[in-house]
């Protein structure tokens, strides 16, 4: 399990966001503590390291998409502030891109929006700090359009985390967790 972290400000030229990446930490679980279940112990890590950096639960969030009651669980070892990520499911109804076209009209559902979302901010410069290890798990994942010959679709989707472990041996789960 992955936290990464990093520092919100407003650009001075721009007034934009700007999202500096300053940092990812593995969240270990002890397997010889058998009173404490897993989840429980990366809750109480993923508290504790955040804690440490100074960030406040309403400027955290955790991954619910393999199992929701993560978050109950963070709830209660941390607070209900923690924001709650579904990567799973449909894309969002929100504007996306310059164009301000509907997510749901140009990617095929939410962990593509996310991602893709993502490189369109590097892309304006709005985050900045990536390291090694996140742009070779960003660039790794395969993605693909709709679109065919004398098709107007082009709704992008991204390569399965499931194919992609087949295909590479590896998880982008810092990917994930930025």
Known sequence: TISYFGLLGEEMNTGLSVLLLVGYEVLKDDMTEKTI?????????????????????RNAGVDVSGSPAFGDIVAREWSSDVFR????????????????????DRY????TELWFEARNHMEFGQIR????????????????????????DATVSIEPKKKMRGRTGASPDIADAF
């Open 37 to 57: 279940p897993r989840n429980f112990q990366i809750a109480r890590a993923f508290r504790r390291e955040s804690e440490k950096r100074g960030v406040v639960p």
């Open 85 to 104: 990520s579904q990567f799973g499911g449909k894309s969002t109804g929100g504007r996306v891109g310059e164009d301000r076209a509907m997510a749901k």
């Open 108 to 111: 095929a559902n939410r962990v």
């Open 129 to 152: 700090g990536v390291c090694p290890d996140l742009a070779r798990e960003l660039t790794a994942r395969r993605y693909n359009t709709g679109a065919t010959a004398g098709s107007v």
